[in-house]
């Protein structure tokens, strides 16, 4: 029997779309299927002004394929000298939706993030007064912190004080990853929310280690146990408001994720909705499914839900390329390592 679900339009709450070759090679993978996506701040140079932000947007519309239906949610990226005068502005005018706290060097591009958090108060209660969420990235930079802890310990050590002195703070912890992340995303009231990415239901760190390292599960955060994942799982599919879909898709070309240095980023935004159906589907929760990419998230940034559907269909076996051939280079698409089914009808 041929199965089918039909879901309001997604959204995606943490994209990288990149500039340039990148942008235009990306941006079609992610439009065909999401209606908006809150797009990631970290070009070199960062998006740190609205002056940046605006431009960065018509970048993006620009890219857009004929007749796309997609409109990007702007942020900016959070450096010590951000200005709380300049983030308000933005926030008034409809053009920026949150602000990306990156600490420095956590991740790729972060090097302009925030060292000393006393520097950004000012911003932060600004943020916290007009309901501007603030978007984290949740791993700390302490080279003596072991990778796979970053992100518990940064929960500890700097995401709790930060909303404990910045009370109204509205915050999505980014991308999580860990046991720890769902539940201290549980602890918080409706000003906190939390995002997970496809491949992180998918994969825990053997995928990125056992029988040869494979640069193309590599991301940061970095994957982490079984019993991580699963936790995740639970979270996403389990109905709770607080959790939505971020993908994190996050293209880097071939020769720079298959390197001695391989930069960190799984690129999903071309199969996520079908690798999602699959989760969903396992997990006994596909009714479940819109909730997490379509309405959760959207409540959180207080937009209104999307206006028409898309289709999903188990049909046949679901192909996709390999690699979506961009100006910039190839880039590979996630490979879940099983069989899918489900298709977005378009
Ligand atoms: C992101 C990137 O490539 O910009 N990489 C990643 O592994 N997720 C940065 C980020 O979101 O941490
Ligand atoms: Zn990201």
Not at 48 to 61: E, H, Q
Not at 76 to 84: A, I, K, M
Not at 133 to 148: Q, R
Request: with cysteine.
């Amino acid at each position: 029997m041929t199965q089918h679900l039909t879901i309001r339009r997604p959204d995606d709450f943490h994209l990288h779309l990149r500039d340039g070759a990148m942008l235009q090679g990306v941006l079609p993978e992610t439009a065909r299927h999401f209606a908006r996506a809150i797009i990631m701040p970290n070009l070199v140079p960062p998006v740190v002004t609205s002056k940046d932000a605006a431009a960065y947007r018509d970048r993006i519309l620009a890219a857009l394929p004929d007749g796309a239906r997609f409109e990007p949610l702007m942020t900016l990226y959070l450096t010590e000298g951000t200005d709380p005068a300049d983030v308000a502005a933005a926030h008034a005018s409809g053009l920026v939706k949150a602000v990306k706290l990156y600490p420095a060097g956590a991740t790729t591009n972060s090097s302009s993030g925030v060292r000393d958090f006393s520097k950004v108060r000012a911003v932060l209660e600004k943020m916290a007064e007009i309901g501007l969420p603030l978007c984290v990235h949740g791993e700390v930079v302490d080279p003596s912190v072991d990778i796979f802890d970053r992100e518990a310990v940064f929960i500890d050590r700097v995401l709790d004080p930060i909303r404990r002195a910045t009370p109204g703070l509205r915050v999505v912890m980014e991308h999580i990853t860990t046991e720890e992340g769902v539940a201290y995303a549980r602890s918080g009231g409706g000003d906190l929310g939390a995002t997970i990415t496809t491949h992180h239901l998918i994969i825990n760190r053997n995928h990125i280690l056992a029988g040869g390292i494979r640069p193309h599960y590599y991301c940061l955060p970095v994957a982490k146990r079984e019993k991580h994942r699963l936790a995740l799982r639970a979270a996403a599919t389990g109905g709770e408001t607080r959790f939505f879909l971020g993908t994190d898709s996050a293209p880097h070309v071939d020769a720079l994720k298959e390197h001695a240095c391989g930069c960190a980023g799984c690129f999903t935004a071309t199969n996520t909705m079908a690798l999602l159906a699959h989760v969903f589907e396992e997990e006994g929760a596909l009714d479940r499914m819109e909730a997490y990419t379509s309405l959760n998230g959207a409540a959180f940034y207080r937009l209104p839900p999307n206006d028409g559907t898309i289709t999903l269909t188990k049909a046949g076996p679901a192909e996709w390329p390999a690699k979506i051939l961009t100006g910039a280079g190839p880039v590979t698409v996630f490979d879940p390592g099983f069989p899918v089914h489900w298709h977005v009808e378009t």
